[in-house]
């Protein structure tokens, strides 16, 4: 059967998942699925502030020059992830902020400096980057992060700003979970992203992360939700796709579980898919033998398209019949 990437073609939009760096080096099968199903690779921790500079001035792009490299090889798009986020900081940084041995104006200077180190290191080879992250509470009110208790509400803008000077072709993301359909995180975002337009600042994308749980069923008017952002002059993307389900050696995924993850992934393609804004759909991992969830949400897990020893699931089925 055709590969995701070869249906994926004719549609305009990039199928693309999460790559974990150090699967692709150690893992054949799984370095020859990235490069046979994707067109599109996502670093799944390698361009985060904590592994670029552990220590203070001290860069070290090696892994993600790999995966940028391997992109390369394979004509895949590199979707940049992640520059302003509240996680994954390097702990020089949390550290130095709450000893005080960096005050808010060295902060403001280290984040600008950040921003264009990173992009600068890889200009011309991000098609998109994830500038901004996760910096709403699911209430819509701003996350009381690092960021936002240092350096206000300004900071959104001014890493835009700094992150168009830096690379002024990638299209840059503000990327959040929780806001694929119309709810109060996802009108908090679209409220600033209006504003932050109007004013000019160079935000030019809207990623949702898709994070869905069968237990919570599907969100609500994603492509209504995606399309209001387009309106505003942005582009839309699918940057995280994964379904969670709750299951234990005794109480093993039900059909309906099964069923319900299936409408999860097909729910969240075809929104993208019908609203042509949305340039890509990219899942987060595409094996459950690498996945992320069972470490962050203990007792849940088989959220992707293949299960552990690489066979595909009825919800990769159901993302090739529906591309
Ligand atoms: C996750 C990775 O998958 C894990 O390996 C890591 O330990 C923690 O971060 N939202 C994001 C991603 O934007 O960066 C997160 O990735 C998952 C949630």
Known sequence: ?????????????????????????????????????????????????????????????????????????????????????????????????????????????????????????????????????EAFNDDGTLRDSLWLRELGPEYI?????????????????????????????????YKLVKELRSEGVPIQGYGVQGHLSTEYGLPTDMQANLHRFA???LKTAVTEADVRITFSASDPATPAEVQAQSNGYSYMLQSCLLERSCISFTVWGFTDKYSWIPQVFPGEGQANLYDEDYQPKAAYETVQRDL
């Open 1 to 133: 059967s055709k590969s995701l990437k070869a249906l994926a073609k004719p549609t305009g939009v990039r199928v693309g998942t999460a790559v974990d760096t150090a699967a692709l080096a150690d893992d054949a099968t799984y370095a020859g699925a990235v490069s046979a199903q994707f067109n599109s690779v996502t670093p799944e921790n390698v361009m985060k502030w904590e592994v670029v500079e552990p220590e203070r001035g001290k860069l070290d792009f090696t892994e993600a020059d790999k995966l940028v490299a391997f992109a390369k090889a394979h004509k895949q798009k590199v979707r940049g992830h992640t520059l302003v986020w509240h996680s994954q900081l390097p702990a020089w940084l949390t550290s130095g902020v709450e000893d005080g041995s960096i005050d808010k104006k060295q902060l403001r200077s280290i984040l600008k400096q950040h921003i264009a180190t990173e992009m600068g290191h890889f200009k011309g080879d991000i098609w998109a980057w994830d500038v901004v992250n």
């Open 157 to 189: 803008a001014d890493a835009f700003r700094w992150a168009h000077k830096a690379d002024p072709k990638a299209i840059l993301f503000y990327n959040d979970y929780n806001t694929e359909g119309i709810g109060p995180k996802s009108d908090a975002v």
């Open 231 to 233: 309106k505003l002059g």
